[in-house]
Every structure is written in C-alpha cells, then in structure tokens.
C-alpha cells in the first residue's frame, strides 16, 4: 500500500471547513433564530455584536458565530467591511492573548497538544471516509 502525499495546508483548510459546517448544521438544528431578521436587520446585529465582541465572552463569540451562519445559510458573505474597526479592536485583544499563551510554556504545549489531537482525529477520520 502506497501512502498519498500529505498537505498539512491542504488539510488544515478541509479542518476548519468542516468546522465551520458543524456550526452552521447546529444553527440549523436551532432552527436559524436569527433567520426571522430583514437584511438591514441581520446587518445591523453583525455591527452590534463585533462592537460587543471581546475575545474572552464566549456568549458573544457564540451570537457572532450564529450571525456568520444566518450569512451563509442565505449564502452571503458577512459584510466585514462595515465593521473593520471593531475588527481590528478584537484582533489586537487576540493578538494580545496569543502572546500571553506563547508566554507560558506550559499552557502553549497544553493547547498545541489538544489543536494537534484534534486535527489528527481529523484527518484520521477524513482519511477514513475517501477509502
């Protein structure tokens, strides 16, 4: 048996798409709630919850989350453009708490471990479903 070249990139990319979709399915699941909102409404909330948004408040990463699968189930993009500087506000705190995390040894080899196990388990299982 010959092994197929492996594409870390390749598969890094498959990973967080199917992520993303296990999200939207569970949105779906939930059935859409924000799928009652017009367009200017939908677009509204999106502004609303990243000037809300901070790294560390799991409620509001979790409606943003909600809000980018509202986007995708009516296949739109999320207009990220209207909120590049709350954007860029919540990427700065990111960055800030990334390097907390590379910091700390023992916390960066505790989350490399679990990112590391979690795409092995997916690609194991990946690798599984195309034989």
Same mark, same amino acid.
């Given at each position: 048996?010959?092994?197929? !070249? %492996?594409?870390?990139?390749? +598969?890094?990319?498959?990973? &967080?798409? @199917?992520?993303?979709? =296990?999200?939207?399915?569970?949105? &779906?699941?939930?059935?859409? !709630?924000?799928?009652?909102?017009? /367009?200017?409404?939908?677009?509204?909330?999106?502004?609303?919850?990243?000037?809300?948004?901070?790294?560390?408040?799991?409620? /509001?990463?979790?409606?943003? @989350? $909600?809000?980018?699968?509202? %986007?995708?189930?009516?296949?739109? +993009?999320? !207009?990220? =453009?209207?909120?590049? =500087?709350?954007?860029?506000? %919540?990427?700065? @705190?990111?960055?800030?708490?990334?390097?907390?995390?590379?910091? =700390?040894?023992?916390?960066?080899? /505790?989350? @490399?471990?679990?990112?590391?196990? $979690? &795409?092995? /388990? %997916?690609?194991?299982?990946?690798? +599984?479903?195309?034989?």
């Amino acid at each position: 048996m010959t092994k197929t !070249p %492996f594409d870390v990139e390749k +598969e890094m990319q498959a990973w &967080l798409a @199917s992520a993303q979709m =296990d999200k939207l399915v569970d949105y &779906l699941k939930r059935g859409a !709630p924000y799928s009652a909102l017009s /367009e200017a409404d939908l677009r509204e909330e999106w502004k609303r919850s990243w000037r809300a948004m901070a790294p560390t408040d799991r409620a /509001e990463l979790a409606k943003n @989350s $909600d809000l980018v699968c509202e %986007f995708q189930r009516r296949e739109a +993009e999320p !207009p990220y =453009d209207l909120v590049r =500087d709350d954007f860029e506000r %919540f990427m700065a @705190s990111s960055r800030e708490g990334i390097d907390q995390v590379l910091a =700390d040894p023992d916390r960066y080899a /505790e989350i @490399s471990d679990s990112v590391a196990n $979690d &795409l092995a /388990e %997916f690609i194991v299982g990946h690798s +599984e479903e195309k034989n």
